[in-house]
């Protein structure tokens, strides 16, 4: 069974430039996410779609980040622009409702210079 | 969701078990515990979970006291390869967010040849 799949997997911009980083979840999973990982920290979500609708967007920057869930597959997570504390991982990952059972990409690693 | 405290770091010699303590005393009685584990540049992993009852797996075991306010992550025979953050997280099972998890700082387990 394949994985989260995500890219790109490394990206660096300057600060006020714009990004968007592409994740594919696992055939059939409902639900995905997009969590923040700065380093030496655990991952923030960010986003949690349902299908094609939003869950919980209540940590999002929204003055600069945005996402969306086209058709309940695949999803982009957008920065513009994007700011120096923005570099960070950012994870995908993806599950069956009914569990906690996620199941997380390798990542995108975006700095920010 | 409840917090949990874990110690920051640990180590653990090859081939002896590693026990990764953690603790959550304000748990809700509907509120299972979860542990995912976060290996150097990948994303993190889902290793096991319960309720009030002792559980393994392939990778692990998990011992939850009987108030359910502590619970230790039994790795019998660690290996190189287990060096990893591990994450201890509570949430509600079905709540209606979604399966959110709410990432804290971990422990840092370190085997040691």
């Known amino acids: 069974e394949a994985g989260v799949a995500q890219s790109p997997r490394y990206k660096i911009i300057e600060k006020r430039q714009s990004v968007a980083f592409w994740c594919n979840p696992i055939?059939?999973?409902?639900?995905l996410y997009w969590y923040q990982q700065i380093l030496g920290q655990g991952p923030k979500l960010l986003i949690q779609f349902q299908n094609n609708g939003v869950v919980d967007d209540s940590q999002l920057p929204k003055d600069r980040f945005s996402a969306e869930r086209l058709k309940g597959v695949d999803s982009t997570l957008k920065i513009q622009p994007a700011k120096l504390e923005d570099s960070a991982v950012y994870l995908c990952?993806?599950?069956?409702?009914?569990?906690?059972?996620?199941?997380f990409g390798e990542g995108s690693r975006l700095t920010v210079l | 969701d409840a917090k949990t405290t874990q110690p920051t770091s640990m180590d653990c010699a090859e081939g002896r078990a590693a026990n990764l303590p953690c603790n959550h005393s304000t748990i809700s009685g509907n509120e299972y515990v979860y542990w995912y584990r976060q290996i150097h540049s990948q994303g993190p992993q889902y290793i096991i979970h319960?309720?009030?009852n002792n559980e393994t797996n392939e990778m692990a075991s998990l011992i939850i006291t009987e108030d359910r306010k502590s619970s230790t992550l039994i790795l019998p025979h660690a290996t190189l390869r287990d060096t990893a953050v591990y994450y201890c997280i509570v949430r509600v099972a079905n709540n209606n967010a979604g399966n959110m998890l709410t990432f804290g700082g971990g422990t840092r387990l370190m085997v040691k040849p």
């Open positions: 990952a993806s599950s069956w409702r009914e569990t906690g059972e996620l199941f």
């Open positions: 055939s059939g999973h409902a639900t």
């Open positions: 319960g309720l009030k």
